[in-house]
């Protein structure tokens, strides 16, 4: 089953406050090999019973063609709803409904109300960064855009 969520759903699932009860690094060192790419995915639970899905992906033999992804599972519903996508530098994108020539970059994609009512992915538009230039990076913005805490490692914290 399909669900639509309007942009001020959308907000409001990105704001909410997410725990992970990893450290940073583990969540790289849980990748395993799928199909020509590394992969690891992590299940947060919410208290209604539906859950935000995380999952980070890397092309092994292109390390800029990788994706660190927020998404958002109903209750009782087997969907994932891609809330965003944090693109590498790998393939080219273009907002169709928007007009806007293609572009070869670094990219966000972000859930909108529009592209789902257009018959699109619901994370169809997609915008242009320099915020980051890996996966690594890429999924520090990504903790920083959706409000995600990672599990605090007792020794680096006493490094800073």
Avoid: W
């Avoid at 089953?1 to 690094?25: C, D, H, P, Q, S």
């Avoid at 092994?60 to 519903?77: C, H, M, Q, V, W």
């Avoid at 990076?137 to 007792?154: F, G, H, T």
């Amino acid at each position: 089953m399909k669900i639509t969520l309007t942009n001020g759903e959308i907000r409001a699932l990105i704001e909410e406050e997410k725990y992970v009860n990893l450290e940073f690094e583990e969540l790289f060192s849980r990748m395993k090999d799928k199909n020509g790419h590394k992969e690891f995915d992590y299940t947060i639970p919410r208290k209604d019973g539906s859950s935000f899905y995380l999952k980070l992906r890397q092309n092994r033999k292109n390390p800029l063609d990788f994706s660190a992804i927020l998404g958002y599972s109903p209750k009782e519903l087997n969907t994932v709803f891609k809330l965003t996508r944090y693109n590498g530098k790998s393939h080219e994108h273009r907002n169709v409904l928007d007009k806007e020539p293609a572009f070869y970059d670094f990219h966000i994609h972000i859930a909108t109300e529009r592209y789902q009512l257009a018959g699109r992915k619901e994370e169809f538009y997609a915008e242009i960064t320099d915020r980051y230039s890996n996966l690594r990076s890429a999924l520090r913005c990504l903790i920083d855009d959706c409000n995600v805490s990672l599990k605090e490692n007792p020794q680096t914290k006493l490094e800073l």
